[in-house]
């Protein structure tokens, strides 16, 4: 079982940053791809970006310039910055480890594979 705790959610203005972060239990370096979602109200639960375990990432097209995700193998843990935040990144975003990752290619922007997901940490953008 791998536990996922998100923080650094805030309420900030347009054009300000952020920076998540994903602290997992486990050791997740060598097998786990991880990712992050967001759910904005009344919006399906979206892919945002991940990242494999050799540092592969893979970003939709929304957040591409805005936003770098990175790891920390040694701590188990994803960064997540966020730059030129916009009122439209509002949401709840969530981290999530797929276990399937064990490939350097491998990537995933399906939720349904990430067994694993953090309780999530609002970001509030206002304009």
């Known amino acids: 079982q791998v536990q996922l705790v998100e923080s650094g959610g805030g309420l900030v203005q347009s054009g300000d940053s952020l920076r998540l972060s994903c602290a997992a239990s486990t050791r997740t370096s060598s097998s786990f791809f991880m990712g992050w979602f967001r759910q904005a109200p009344g919006k399906e639960r979206e892919f945002v970006v991940g990242?494999?375990?050799?540092?592969?990432?893979y970003y939709a097209d929304s957040v591409k310039g805005r936003f770098t995700l990175s790891r920390d193998n040694a701590k188990n843990t994803v960064y997540l910055q966020m730059n030129s935040l916009k009122p439209e990144d509002t949401a709840v975003y969530y981290c999530?480890?797929?276990?399937?990752?064990?490939?350097?290619?491998?990537?995933?922007?399906?939720?349904?594979?990430?067994?694993?997901w953090g309780q999530g940490t609002q970001v509030t953008v206002s304009s």
């Open positions: 990242i494999s375990w050799n540092g592969r990432t």
């Open positions: 999530a480890a797929d276990r399937s990752g064990t490939s350097a290619s491998y990537y995933s922007t399906n939720g349904a594979t990430y067994a694993y």
